[in-house]
């Protein structure tokens, strides 16, 4: 009967790592259930079968617990499960993406290194590479990549 007890504990112990690596990652419930009967499993053994079928008993599950973790993080089920996509979506808006270098217009608040401009009655949000720049100061775009535009002071609005 305790044989029976401690390899259910041992299977217990690697389906609950499987779980862990494959399902939920990161130290979850499954982690811990899975350290518990391995615990659990060899502590039986120690209490059954005495010190030296212990001792064999926990170094050949610990190897057999790594080696079965190995081949897990080696196997192609993760590759399988992983993402693959990128994202190539942006949060910029419209008149974000709309503006290009060289567009003119008026800082409409002052620009703590980020604030609003208008170009042509369009309300942008815009990155000074000038410093703080006061509101109702003429700036020009400088870059804009992925809707990030970036101005700089100009002198005139013209």
Same mark, same amino acid.
């Given at each position: 009967?305790?044989?029976?007890?401690?390899?259910?504990?041992?299977?217990?112990?690697?389906?609950?790592?499987?779980?862990?690596? &494959?399902?939920?990652? !990161?130290? *979850?419930?499954?982690? $811990? @259930?899975? =350290? +518990?009967? %391995? #615990?659990?499993?060899? /502590?039986?053994? &120690?209490?059954?079968? !005495?010190? *030296?079928?212990?001792? $064999? @008993?926990? =170094? +050949?599950? %610990? #190897?057999?617990?790594? /080696?079965?973790?190995?081949?897990?993080?080696?196997?192609?089920?993760?590759?399988?499960?992983?993402?693959?996509?990128? #994202?190539?979506?942006?949060?910029?808006?419209?008149?974000?993406?709309?503006?290009?270098?060289?567009?003119?217009?008026?800082?409409?608040?002052?620009?703590?290194?980020?604030?609003?401009?208008?170009?042509?009655?369009?309300?942008?949000?815009?990155?000074?590479?000038?410093?703080?720049?006061?509101?109702?100061?003429?700036?020009?775009?400088?870059?804009?990549?992925?809707?990030?535009?970036?101005?700089?002071?100009?002198?005139?609005?013209?």
């Amino acid at each position: 009967m305790d044989i029976i007890l401690i390899s259910t504990l041992f299977v217990l112990c690697v389906f609950f790592m499987a779980l862990e690596i &494959f399902i939920i990652p !990161g130290t *979850s419930l499954a982690g $811990i @259930v899975s =350290a +518990a009967c %391995l #615990i659990g499993a060899n /502590v039986l053994v &120690f209490d059954s079968y !005495g010190l *030296s079928a212990g001792i $064999i @008993v926990l =170094a +050949a599950s %610990l #190897i057999v617990c790594l /080696v079965a973790g190995i081949w897990m993080l080696r196997s192609k089920a993760l590759d399988r499960i992983s993402l693959k996509r990128t #994202i190539d979506s942006t949060a910029a808006t419209e008149e974000q993406l709309s503006v290009k270098v060289g567009d003119r217009g008026i800082a409409l608040t002052r620009l703590a290194l980020i604030g609003n401009a208008d170009f042509d009655g369009k309300i942008v949000q815009v990155q000074s590479a000038d410093g703080f720049l006061d509101e109702k100061t003429p700036v020009v775009i400088t870059r804009v990549i992925d809707g990030q535009v970036w101005v700089k002071r100009t002198e005139n609005l013209i």
